[in-house]
């Protein structure tokens, strides 16, 4: 949704609170071109196949508009997770039935933002998940590393 300035209109929920506030497909079923997002977060990618997400927070985005939605809107989102800076953040997205091995897709621009949301709306599809890491260079062979972000302090 989006106001008249153009505003991005979106609500963020921790997992805890999603579950009892809404179903997905029931909130989505008048709204075919709405979806959220379900946003893994400080945590990071086990390096072995079979390939988990550990020690990161899920928290959701909902009300995502597909025809909208614009990988600048993350500069918006990501913030509000908690992270002050967002260099060096690298986002995959999952494509729906997939896994963490094969179904990885890099989220960089807008047309990969289009992929993306190709999938909503596909055999009811209204939920996409999303996975933040942090990669640092190694200043002694040049590859990226995959680091965990920190959790920001508690108040």
């Known amino acids: 949704?989006?106001?008249n300035n153009g505003q991005s209109w979106w609500s963020m929920h921790s997992v805890n609170e999603y579950e009892s506030w809404l179903i997905v497909q029931d909130v989505y079923t008048n709204n075919p071109t709405e979806f959220s997002l379900k946003i893994y977060h400080y945590g990071h990618f086990s390096s072995t196949s079979c390939r988990t997400y550990d020690d990161g927070v899920i928290t959701f985005v909902d009300y995502l508009e597909a025809n909208q939605f614009k990988f600048s809107d993350m500069s918006l989102i990501i913030p509000?997770?908690?992270?002050?800076?967002t260099n060096n953040m690298w986002f995959y997205f999952k494509i729906p039935g997939g896994d963490l091995d094969t179904g990885l897709v890099p989220m960089r621009n807008d047309e990969d933002v289009s992929r993306l949301v190709?999938?909503?709306g596909v055999e009811g599809v209204k939920e996409i998940s999303l996975y933040v890491v942090r990669c640092e260079?190694?200043?002694n062979t040049g590859k990226g590393l995959m680091r965990k972000a920190r959790m920001p302090p508690k108040e």
């Not at 509000?80 to 800076?85: D, M, T, V």
Request: net charge negative; proline share 0%; hydrophobic share 25%.
């Open 1 to 3: 949704m989006t106001s």
């Open 80 to 85: 509000q997770l908690g992270y002050e800076n």
């Open 118 to 120: 190709s999938y909503t």
């Open 137 to 139: 260079v190694d200043a």
